[in-house]
């Protein structure tokens, strides 16, 4: 499932006819945070850098009914959410004690639909049809543009959220510390906190992508789990086995006697993948630090950096965004 690290600089937009260059020149463009190209499409701000393994994944990817895809607004919790949903599955292949996550970053063994099976051009992607079932996969897609196979076929979703003012600030130092865009400079905090206020993240739309993927969940919650950090944060073991359950994979009443649960928690906490020495080096597609993706791991970090003032506003429009449909964050 792995495939040729590639930096930013690596992915070639550049080729002669290619119908996909010919549309990114006609898209409203502009510039995130940290000085990375979004563009415009279909209404959605999206990062350039992911516009065309975007529309790869769209014409190509073909879900099948036993996927398990595993979609998030960046820095709400994936890397942890990968090490569960891929520990659970994988139970009965590998003991904890040989867990591939012992050895790899959560990011290799989950692969990515936009940075790892389709970030390169045509046969220099991996043929997902070769994966094991169930494939676990992940996305930053939202969901009114994922692939039509996956909104079509009975697939499952989950989906994890946060607390919008831990988003920004984990997407913000997360970009500090990796400046994908080499050159630029990223915009001062306020600047690019009142970008976030207007619905825009280093990755691209903000508050669309939560309820896009919670009406979503309303919508055919068989199909679509819909996840909070902070719950998983208060009570991991309850939502192990919910994962479990939405997953088609429950734990038994001789796994929960033997205490799967409780290790399969332990294995896939931050404590512990943080420490692993295999996430304390090397990096994600060349461009991004295995430790960056282990900061903190806390709820409310957002106090150490933005005024009450700051929380407020982002209150207010939270109310605003969401009212009439249930969606709430405790701030
Ligand atoms: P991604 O979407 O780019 O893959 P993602 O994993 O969602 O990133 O976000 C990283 C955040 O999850 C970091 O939060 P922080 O910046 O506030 O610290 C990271 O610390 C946290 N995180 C990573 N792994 C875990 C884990 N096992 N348990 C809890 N939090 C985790």
Excluded at 3 to 16: F, M, N
Aim: charged share 25%.
């Amino acid at each position: 499932m792995e495939k040729k690290e590639c930096s930013s600089a690596e992915v070639d937009h550049s080729s002669p006819k290619d119908e996909f260059q010919e549309l990114l020149q006609t898209l409203e463009h502009q510039t995130n945070w940290d000085g990375q190209r979004l563009v415009k499409y279909d209404g959605i701000w999206l990062l350039e850098l992911l516009f065309r393994p975007i529309l790869s994944a769209q014409k190509y990817f073909k879900a099948k009914d036993t996927d398990v895809i595993l979609s998030t607004m960046p820095k709400s919790g994936t890397t942890w959410l990968k090490a569960l949903t891929f520990s659970i599955a994988n139970r009965s292949v590998f003991p904890i004690d040989r867990s591939p996550l012992l050895t790899s970053n959560p990011h290799k063994v989950v692969p990515a639909l936009e940075f790892n099976l389709y970030w390169g051009k045509g046969e220099e992607n991996p043929d997902p049809e070769s994966f094991p079932e169930p494939r676990i996969l992940s996305t930053h897609i939202p969901f009114e543009i994922l692939p039509d196979s996956i909104r079509e076929s009975d697939c499952r979703i989950i989906y994890i959220s946060r607390n919008p003012l831990d988003v920004f600030i984990s997407q913000r130092q997360f970009l500090l510390e990796n400046k994908i865009a080499k050159d630029a400079v990223p915009l001062e905090l306020d600047e690019a906190f009142d970008m976030f206020c207007r619905g825009i993240t280093s990755y691209g739309p903000f508050w669309e992508h939560m309820l896009g993927y919670w009406n979503a969940h309303l919508k055919n919650p068989e199909r679509v789990l819909f996840l909070k950090y902070e719950d998983l944060k208060g009570d991991i073991l309850s939502n192990v086995k919910k994962i479990a359950e939405f997953m088609g994979f429950p734990f038994s009443a001789e796994e929960e006697k033997q205490g799967v649960v409780e290790q399969i928690s332990r294995l896939c906490s931050f404590e512990n993948l943080k420490n692993l020495e295999v996430n304390k080096s090397g990096n994600v597609l060349g461009l991004m630090k295995n430790s960056s993706f282990f900061r903190k791991g806390e709820v409310g970090d957002w106090v150490n950096y933005l005024s009450p003032e700051m929380a407020e506003r982002v209150k207010n429009i939270m109310e605003s965004k969401f009212q009439g449909s249930g969606l709430t964050f405790n701030i």
